[in-house]
């Protein structure tokens, strides 16, 4: 069964500075003391309205520093990632360089597949590089993150893995590895593929990884243009000219799922990741970002819920020395929330229980979940705050036989 504390925060008036003192939002939350255990089905609620729509057909927009939720459109939906892709080939490189597998030295030729499919003939993003030349993969880099070229993305695949078909192999086991499960690669540059697609989720968390994992070579990203073989191009990201901080990432368009967009932007130091797809033109494409990153900027704040250790709740232990855990949290625990949340704003403590003794001290056991308008936009770990051991065979004989007549009224 699935236990459910939750606590609702009475109106209140809001306190418009940047972040709130830890233990200020979170006494709050607990002052309406209503402390009710639910079953996993009692938590079900119905989804209401966002607080901002979006044309977009799938969306997701995620504050950097805490993981908050700020805007979800089917996120999990998968769709055709055009260049978006790059991302993967790009978090697959700068993996090879880090482990020092690759150097940025090291030369790649332009294959005349690589030039046919990606370069001047194939009529698509290309850095124009010449047909059986040698390019440095420092230079291909460039070119493929700031042109998004695709000549730049299928000699690296062929340099590094001896095919485009070779290198997927390496994208999908790489995808794998950082929990990337709704998306699938075949192709180093999203040119259309059956069975080629991504979901916003996915690339949220793939430019969260990028950006932190790699920060010197994700300073590419915010390059506002590249020149090579004396041909100049401009980055295609169309919020590096915009007044919203940004300092990447990646821009796509495929016919079947419209003009797509992964952005990050950094503003007084408070990061923001927004990954959508659907649009019907470039330009509705850029103003919604823009309206979208301008709308979590203007309508957010940082709340310090608590500090690492704190007691956030409990849980109930079957057949150990104590009938219940204190649930703590195990690192400073924050949230990017809206300024005027009132009586929008929920949390709940989940965890399968009773839990069974013994408890070791510091395992993870449960998850606090901030919820705003009945959704969850923040689930954090808790863990138990102290060890409880097994119980003496009575002890165990009680908890067995309250977990039997638990049991039986859960049933009714």
């Known amino acids: 069964m699935t236990n459910a504390t939750a606590f609702r925060r009475p109106g209140a008036p809001v306190r418009r500075r940047r972040g709130h003192s830890f233990h200020e939002f979170a006494a709050a939350l607990a002052a309406a003391g209503l402390l009710a255990l639910a079953s996993s089905a009692a938590l079900a609620q119905d989804a209401a309205k966002p607080a901002i729509e979006t044309k977009a057909k799938e969306a997701l927009l ?6 908050t939720i700020l805007l979800r459109k089917q996120p999990d939906a998968p769709f055709p990632p055009a260049s978006l892709a790059k991302m993967m080939t790009m978090e697959v490189v700068f993996e090879a360089i880090a482990s020092g597998e690759l150097s940025l030295d090291t030369e790649y030729p332009i294959s005349v597949h690589a030039w046919r499919t990606g370069g001047a003939p194939s009529g698509t993003s290309t850095m124009f590089a010449d047909v059986k030349s040698s390019v440095s993969v420092e230079n291909l880099v460039h070119g493929a993150i700031i042109q998004s070229a695709n000549d730049a993305c299928i000699a690296l695949a062929e340099g590094m893995a001896g095919s485009e ?3 997927a192999e390496l994208m999908n086991r790489r995808a794998a590895e950082l929990g990337l499960t709704g998306s699938h690669f075949v192709n180093p540059t999203g040119l259309p ?5 991504v979901t916003a989720s996915d690339l949220v968390a793939l430019a969260r990884h990028i950006r932190t994992a790699h ?9 506002p243009d590249f020149t090579w073989n004396k041909i100049f191009q401009r980055n295609r990201n169309p919020l590096l000219t915009m007044d919203v901080g940004a300092d990447g990432m990646e821009t796509g368009y495929t016919e079947a799922s419209g003009y797509a967009l992964v952005g990050v932007t950094n503003r007084d130091d408070r990061v923001s990741y927004l990954a959508m797809s659907g649009l019907s033109s470039s330009k509705e494409r850029t103003e919604e ?6 709308w979590a900027d203007q309508s957010f704040a940082i709340r310090r819920l608590y500090r690492k250790g704190a007691v956030v709740g409990s849980a109930n232990v079957f057949g150990g020395t104590a009938g219940a855990v204190p649930l703590a949290a195990p690192g400073d625990i924050a949230a990017l929330l809206p300024r005027q949340e009132g009586e929008r704003l929920s949390a709940r403590i989940r ?20 919820l705003v308008d009945g959704e969850a936009v923040l689930s954090t770990p808790l863990v138990a705050g ?3 051991e097994s119980g003496s065979f009575s002890d165990r004989a009680m908890g067995a036989a309250g977990e039997l007549a638990l049991g039986w009224l859960r049933r009714f």
């Open 289 to 294: 970002a823009r309206r979208l990153l301008d």
């Open 62 to 67: 995620v504050d950097g520093e805490t993981g």
């Open 386 to 388: 102290r060890a409880v």
């Open 165 to 167: 078909e070779a290198f």
């Open 215 to 223: 920060p010197e070579l994700y300073r590419i990203y915010a390059q």
């Open 351 to 370: 965890y399968d229980g009773p839990l069974a003794a013994p408890v070791e001290k510091g395992a993870e056991v449960a998850r606090l979940d901030i």
């Open 193 to 197: 593929a059956e069975g080629q697609h």
